[in-house]
């Protein structure tokens, strides 16, 4: 089911704030953009950010990427008002809202609840805006299976270390990097592993959040690596600079992408009739299966979904 939903390798943020922030965003080769209303933008500047996005929105050049806008979360005055202004004045060139702080099925429901009026007022098919869902505290993730579940609106499941940080108290200032004195392991791998679960078992993408120190790219890339590893979807990036470092790291690299197209159409062949209908087969040293078939539909399917290349066809090994 993941592999339907469009690619969002890199989900970059823009200050709804900043319209000169959201003019050049229009240039840059993210698969997604995110305008915030959130917390990127100061309490006295939220109104004129909503107009600046709808005004961005409205006059496109945004190419083939995800226009998702970032609303406040319920516990502010600021949500109602962040979703009907942006949905009703920029609904048609708008993919999906992302919800911040999300921490039970009823925060997706309510969202659900007012898009669906807003798309039957406006005439908008019911449905068509998509949810994005942040999970930022202890709550929001004991709960993920239900928020992801809350509705078909759904697509994404992103993990706000910051905000999660800060609501666990963990003892640290630098996110995404692990805290002086665990020197054990992960101190994200649980939480990664709670939210990349819940995505894969109700077909949603699983997107990891910020790495704030935006001149270090060895870091963005060694924290990008470790999500991607585990088999996340994406992750947000905050500086042009981080854009394709994180493409290249949600791709499969170019040798894994080759042998997965391999893999499939050997697989295919030794099961077919002319290649002796074999349910597991050798591909040069390696035996493979069915299980190796779905692993390889995985990497093909990344790869395809990035636009890659194979660098050679397969061809059967001569008859004899
Ligand atoms: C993002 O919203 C974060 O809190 O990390
Ligand atoms: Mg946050």
Not at 126 to 154: C, F, K, W, Y
Not at 236 to 249: G, R, T
Not at 251 to 263: C, F, K, L, T, V
Request: with cysteine; glycine share 8%.
């Amino acid at each position: 089911m993941t592999q339907t939903l469009r690619p969002r390798r890199s989900c970059l943020a823009v200050p709804g704030s900043n319209p000169r922030f959201l003019e050049k965003a229009k240039g840059l080769d993210a698969d997604q953009v995110f305008l915030d209303l959130e917390d990127a933008v100061a309490p006295m500047a939220k109104p004129g950010a909503r107009k600046n996005i709808v005004a961005a929105l409205t006059e496109g050049g945004w190419g083939n990427k995800l226009r998702v806008v970032r609303v406040n979360d319920w516990a502010t005055q600021w949500t109602y008002r962040d979703v009907i202004e942006i949905v009703e004045g920029a609904g048609a060139d708008l993919d999906a809202i992302m919800l911040p702080k999300v921490q039970s099925a009823e925060h997706v429901a309510a969202l659900d609840t007012l898009l669906t009026q807003i798309e039957k007022t406006i005439g908008y098919e019911v449905g068509s805006i998509r949810i994005e869902a942040q999970i930022e505290n202890a709550l929001g993730l004991i709960n993920v299976d239900a928020i992801a579940t809350a509705s078909p609106r759904v697509e994404t499941i992103i993990f706000g270390p910051a905000d999660f940080m800060a609501s666990i108290n963990m003892k640290t200032l630098v996110v995404g990097e692990q805290p002086p004195g665990y020197d054990v392991g992960d101190a994200y791998h649980y939480i990664l592993m709670r939210i990349l679960m819940a995505a894969r078992a109700y077909g949603k993408q699983a997107i990891d959040g910020p790495y704030l120190q935006i001149r270090d790219l060895d870091g963005f890339r060694r924290v990008a690596e470790r999500s991607a590893a585990l088999g996340f979807d994406g992750k947000w990036v905050l500086h042009p600079d981080q854009v394709a470092a994180a493409n290249e790291v949600f791709s499969p690299r170019q040798d894994d992408y080759d042998h997965a197209e391999n893999i499939l159409d050997a697989y295919d062949w030794f099961t077919s009739e002319a290649g002796g209908e074999k349910g597991s087969a050798m591909l040069g040293d390696e035996m493979i299966d069915e299980a190796s078939r779905k692993m390889a539909l995985v990497v093909a399917g990344k790869g395809r979904a990035a636009g890659m290349q194979r660098t050679e066809p397969w061809t059967p090994p001569e008859s004899g």
